[in-house]
């Protein structure tokens, strides 16, 4: 699995107001070193995956926090109109400008495509997706008869292993029949 130039930092939900500020949901851990004066972000359709090239890059000038998200100004958006323009859109930041991460700590994509077993050593299958909610982050787990989502919790995780691309699991009794 190719690693990506970029990762996916905030989503643009709307216009806030008629100065061209947006409300921008921040999808990142660390959302002070990303979203703060002077960080250069890029747009991204849907996907979020690369940044658009018909966008020109956006200078973080100004950053509120409210309950709902962040209310973000870019230098060059102005009005109203111009925050329209963004609206939907994803945004992006090289992966070299990201803080490093700490010891034993991975980026969710990095999970994707690793092999889950049990202490037991029964294959499970393979991340195809992490959904980050509510108490827990959970891993979508696609084996051969069917697709389990697994919580990712230190009670249920046990090891993750990035080299063998191998995460050992212990799950309470009938998650997996689920």
């Known amino acids: 699995m190719e690693e990506p130039t970029h ?3 905030g989503h643009v939900s709307r216009p806030h107001g008629t100065g061209g500020e947006v409300l921008v949901s921040p999808l990142t851990d660390h959302p002070g070193s990303v979203f703060a ?3 250069v972000l890029l747009a991204a359709l849907e996907e979020g995956e690369e940044p658009d ?4 890059p ?4 100004a950053v ?6 962040l209310l973000v100004g870019f230098g060059g958006v102005e009005s109203r109109d111009d925050a329209e323009r963004l609206r939907g859109l994803y945004l992006v930041r090289p992966l070299q400008e990201l803080a490093d991460l700490e010891e034993g700590e991975l980026f969710y994509h990095q999970l994707l495509g ?13 991340v195809t997706e992490v959904y980050e909610l509510l108490p827990a982050d959970m ?11 697994v919580p990712y919790t230190s009670e249920v995780v046990r090891e993750v292993d990035p080299e063998a691309r191998r995460i050992v699991v212990d799950p309470p009794e009938g998650l997996l029949d689920l």
């Open 7 to 9: 990762l996916v930092v």
């Open 114 to 126: 690793m092999r889950v077993v049990t202490v037991e050593g029964l294959e499970v299958g393979e």
């Open 37 to 39: 004066p002077g960080v």
């Open 64 to 69: 509120r926090t409210t309950p709902r998200g």
């Open 58 to 61: 956006l200078r973080v000038e």
């Open 53 to 56: 090239p018909d966008f020109p």
């Open 139 to 149: 891993l979508e787990v696609r084996g051969s008869e069917r697709t389990v989502l």
